[in-house]
T-cell receptor, first 111, second 116 residues
Framework: DAGVTQSPTHLIKTRGQQVTLRCSPK?????VSWYQQALGQGPQFIFQ???????QRGNFPDRFSGHQFPNYSSELNVNALLLGDSALYLC??????????FGPGTRLTVL | GNSVTQMEGPVTLSEEAFLTINCTYT??????LFWYVQYPGEGLQLLLK?????DKGSNKGFEATYRKETTSFHLEKGSVQVSDSAVYFC???????????????FGQGTILTVHP
């Protein structure tokens, strides 16, 4: 049983560009959350998707948006990239009242 | 919302030494508490959890006790191994009355390095 998978593994972009990160949840999971983990910091909650709708959001600007597809996979989009957006982006999935399972993350570098 | 403070600075130990990583929290009510571990190049894994006061979570030789009197959830292990080298995060639900189901708030993480 595959766990949470994320793609790509690494990504390099320049300031002002746009990026899309992808996440496939663990089999049977229907809820996906995204976190940003800056170097040397703990993960910060970005938002959570369930039934293809954003259900909760953290303190991130509108440049950060997402989407959930009918197969429960999810995308995180970041527009107008800033140097400060460089981080490890983690996806976590769960179903109902269960613990969250995290993927390995996508390392985004903004130059 | 709820918050967590984790001891700062990397921890370096010799194999078989005793480990303590401090974690204190501020929360409304008595939320579930968690320790996550992040091995190099990997995502976070739930190491252990406690869901109510005086509960002791344990896994892989690690233990942590939910202390409401001191609002603490310190992580301990009696004898660490080289394979325990990783980053450890204390976490709890971000919202009052939250469970593990929604958004989590994490400490800044503690880097543990164990030498042979």
């Amino acid at each position: 049983d595959a766990g949470v998978t994320q793609s790509p593994t690494h990504l390099i972009k320049t300031r002002g560009q746009q990026v899309t990160l992808r996440c496939s949840p663990k089999s049977g999971h229907d809820t996906v959350s995204w976190y940003q983990q800056a170097l040397g910091q703990g993960p910060q909650f970005i938002f959570q998707y369930y039934e293809e709708e954003e259900r909760q959001r953290g303190n991130f600007p509108d440049r950060f948006s997402g989407h959930q597809f009918p197969n429960y996979s999810s995308e995180l989009n970041v527009n107008a990239l800033l140097l400060g957006d460089s981080a490890l982006y983690l996806c976590a999935s769960r179903v109902q009242a269960s613990e969250q399972f995290f993927g390995p993350g996508t390392r985004l570098t903004v130059l | 919302g709820n918050s967590v403070t984790q001891m700062e600075g990397p921890v370096t130990l010799s194999e078989e030494a005793f480990l303590t990583i401090n974690c204190t929290y501020t929360a409304t009510g008595y939320p579930s508490l968690f320790w996550y571990v992040q091995y190099p190049g990997e995502g976070l894994q739930l190491l252990l959890k406690a869901t109510k006061a005086d509960d002791k979570g344990s896994n892989k030789g690690f233990e942590a006790t939910y202390r409401k009197e001191t609002t603490s959830f310190h992580l301990e292990k009696g004898s660490v191994q080289v394979s325990d080298s990783a980053v450890y995060f204390c976490a709890l639900p971000a919202n009052a009355g939250g469970t593990s189901y929604g958004k989590l708030t994490f400490g800044q993480g503690t880097i543990l390095t164990v030498h042979p």
